[in-house]
């Protein structure tokens, strides 16, 4: 058996997962990958520049901070690392230190710049070979497998690049997100003793995947009767 990280526990499901205040929220723009860049450097788009870079393929374990981990998840998409230094790099002018994201369900997330550029960090647009579906982040979305689940934001459509840590107004209690969230290093959250934050989150899981899904589900529904 695999060694689980301090605190995490086997999940035999992948959910769809987050702030329940995400559950009603969905994307609008599934099937395009179009994301805005921005920050310290000179506004620009993101489409097809994508293909331009290597494809990859990853297994790895996902492991959200309330405590459940999906193991050996099977990703497909590009390396952030390649992403940066081929399309971003090139029009950087400063020292970039610090990445905020945005989503299209209104999600924000950062992370410092050298977490990202870990060869295991992806913007991954496939899960099982097949693209993302809305429940996983379609069209595209972070996987860091080193970082909690809320750092791997779903559906972006913005990222910007920055020479100072910014300040980021999150969804999250400000408490609630630690600015790295390593999951080997059990950072659950910025402040308060973090074996607490097991107890308390495990609570919640259940009710979460519950809302989740039948927001997901109601959608669906709406959706279908369109067509
Ligand atoms: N856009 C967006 N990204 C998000 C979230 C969200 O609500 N919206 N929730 C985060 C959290 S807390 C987790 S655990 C993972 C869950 O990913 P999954 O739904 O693919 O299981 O997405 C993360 N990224
Ligand atoms: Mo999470």
Known sequence: MKNLPPGQKESAIFPRFGLTQYANRFPKEIDKVRISIGGDLEAFEITEDLNLLPRTNQVSDFHCVTTWS??????????????????????????????????QDGYKTSLPLIDLMQQNVLLADQLDNQPLTLAHGAPIRIVAPDHYGYKNIKHINHIAFYTEKQRVKKGLLNFMDHPRARVAYEERVSKGPNIIFRWLYKFTIKNTIKTFEKSAAAYRAKLQAKK
């Open 70 to 103: 999906k193991l050996n998840l099977n990703w497909s998409g590009y390396k952030f690392n390649d992403f940066y230094n081929t399309l971003i790099l090139p029009k950087v002018s400063q020292e970039i230190s610090f990445v905020v994201f945005k989503a």
